[in-house]
């Protein structure tokens, strides 16, 4: 419920969030039996105690407290369910907090999913019209942004076809584009913009640089940590509902990955492998300069990878392979032995063989490594093995996990100044 | 609308309710939301014949079959109407065209806040508008269905008394009872969907229990039972008015307006106190 207060929260803060808890419920059956007594408890006058957890209820958001500045950009990050949407859809109102307040000064835009309001028979034109209405705009001000808002989301001919044969991306850009011109003064803005080509989202974050200098007030929730760096000042981190992190956006990513990264190192490789069987690779070692064994590296240092195989029959000139890969296994650096020019006549029984990537180039974080032994012609593998170690980078200077680096390849870097 | 003011959003237990501040703010909103309510009510008004052949017809179609069975069971013996006024088919169907206000607006009032599950759940805006928004579809099809009639008297060479010119006021608090009842099934219908089915059960049943495709008859216990039947007070006091310019039971009239004008009240406060809580029911 909206209540008007004149002058209660200072003219200059935008949103207030004070120790704001939200609640809900895992069941079907419990959610029902809570929606009625919750109801009807409500229509009867009777105090509804939200501040305790019911059998089967869960806290989506716990204690959570800021203030954001008229003008600022708040970046939100955290895993999947910690809560992001839910803290979107309490401050535009969608949802009541179950404990706390919240204090919201200004029109709201939420873009929590775009042409949300979209009838799929009826056509762009009379969208624009209903999702506008329903975004709080008058038709005098659709009128006079039309144009505007159909040049945004350059969908041409499409206008006035019914908006079930748009394609998705064409979807997402009307939608954005009536919500973005409904001129908020605080833009709410899920992951959204996934879903759009590299044009429209580049044309979006322009938007969004243009309604930042604008001053306008921004919270934006994102898994592009590149983006959130470059729009945001401050960033929290959520996770499972609590708020583990809010500072400067530069360290709530450092934070955010190097949770991600405690998460990894607990999880199992989870490798797949597939192969005649014929040769198996039976174990990995990594190793440093120094021949200790290790999964952790400097940037620079050479890693020795050792594998140990079992042949149960004789092959003759096996090939072995080994790739690094990134998290989202896209491959960094691969090597064969034939590549290499290096010649093995046969392995039978048990074995090792070493491969070392020397002075290794890469940005700080996590890799993995996928090995393989294969036949003379390279088709069929006797045993590949995805995943099957991973070993992590960091900086030898600098702090341990310093995600400022763009891209993955990172050589030695030297940089000169010289005066003239 | 002044946008540049300050929201505050609390848990539902700690909003302390003022009746007179909350009716003051249930109106300013119905106010301000009447640019939605006249985009959703076109929404539906386009949407909802644009992929059928037979379009507006529809309305018209189902009051006819409706009243074609009354009489072929009536002329085959199995049902005994007994005499009306005026031709059956104009009695039938002008009471017919009333009572599907109330019974197609309480159907989609019921339904409307669960078809816009999608919208509710991710955007914020007024949720009454939904519901005013269907029982003025509702009201659209009425006067279509007034436009049909005009030519079944034609027709059948009857004529109405003056005093149609009164069935707006009347129709009013046939009106503020479905809307309440809307309202208040609209909400339950969020957590128990199995309340759709049971409202259109509901006026499926009222309708044969109320004199509308029949002449009031004189048994006491039929007569006792409509003393309780809101809507078909309402609607045969319409349909009086039209076909014989006075209603023969007036002071029952009076008293189910008054009830209708505080269930309409009642429901729509509970409505809105109870709102906010909607979208996460879904």
Known sequence: ????????????????VDNVSKKFCKRLRYSIAYGLTDISKK????????????????????????????????????PNGAGKTTLLKLLSGIIMPDKGKIEVNGRVGALIELGAGFHPLLTGRENIYINGAILGMSKKEIDKKFDSIVDFADIGDFL??????????????????VAIHSEPDILLIDEVLAVGDMNFRRKCYQRMLDLKKEKKTIVFVSHNLLLIKKLCQKSMLLDQGKMVFYDNTVLTVNNYISLQENRFSKEPLNGYRWGTGEAK??????????????????????????????????????????????????????TTTMQENVIIPYIMGKGEIKCIFKNISLCPGIYYIIAGIYGEDGEEPYDRFGRIAKFRIIEKTNQPLNPNFTGIFRPEVKWLTQDK | MNYNQTKVYLPL???KINLFILWKQMFCELIKSREIIWRLFLRDFIAGYKQSLLGFLWVIIMPL????????????????????????PVFALV??????????????????????????TKINFPKESLVFSSIAQSLLEFTIRIAFLVIVFIVFNVYPSWK??????????????????????????????????????????????????????????????????????????????????????????????????????????IFHIVEPIVAEKF
Do not use: H
């Open chain 2, 65 to 88: 079959i409706m009243v074609a069975s009354f009489i072929f069971l009536n002329r085959s013996g199995i049902l005994n109407i007994g005499k009306t006024e005026i031709p059956y």
């Open chain 1, 281 to 334: 690779i039976e174990y990995v070692k990594l190793s440093n300069i120094d021949n200790i064994v290790t999964d952790t590296f400097y940037n620079g240092e050479n890693i020795c990878i050792t594998l140990g195989y079992n042949a149960s029959k004789k092959i003759e000139n096996p090939i072995f392979w080994i790739c690094i890969t990134d998290d989202e296994d896209n491959k960094i650096s691969g």
């Open chain 2, 164 to 269: 149609i010119i009164f069935l707006p006021l009347i129709l009013i608090p046939l009106l503020l009872f479905t809307l309440g009842l809307g309202f208040l099934f609209s909400l339950l219908n969020v957590v128990i969907r199995d309340i759709a089915n049971f409202v259109s059960l509901f006026v499926t049943f009222l309708l044969f229990i109320t004199p509308v495709l029949y002449p009031q008859p004189s048994s006491r216990l039929f007569v006792i039972i409509n003393k309780f039947n809101l809507p078909g007070i309402l609607t045969t006091s319409a349909r009086d008015i039209v076909i014989t310019g006075s209603i023969p039971q007036l002071t029952s009239f009076i008293y189910a307006s008054t009830l209708c004008l505080f269930i309409f009240v009642i429901c729509w406060t």
């Open chain 2, 13 to 15: 237990s700690q909003q």
């Open chain 1, 160 to 177: 006035d076809m019914p908006v079930k044969s748009y394609s998705s991306g064409m979807f997402v850009r009307l939608g954005f584009a």
């Open chain 2, 95 to 120: 009471g017919l065209s009333i009572w599907q206000l109330f019974a197609s607006g309480l159907v989609s009032c019921t339904n409307s806040i669960v078809t816009s599950g999608g919208l509710i």
């Open chain 1, 1 to 16: 419920m909206q209540k008007n207060f004149k002058n209660m929260i200072d003219n200059n803060i935008a949103i207030k």
């Open chain 1, 43 to 78: 229509i009867l006058g009777i105090s509804i105690e939200s501040q305790k957890l019911r059998k089967n209820e869960f806290w989506a958001l716990d204690d959570i407290s800021f203030e954001l500045k008229k003008g600022e950009t708040l970046g939100i990050i955290g």
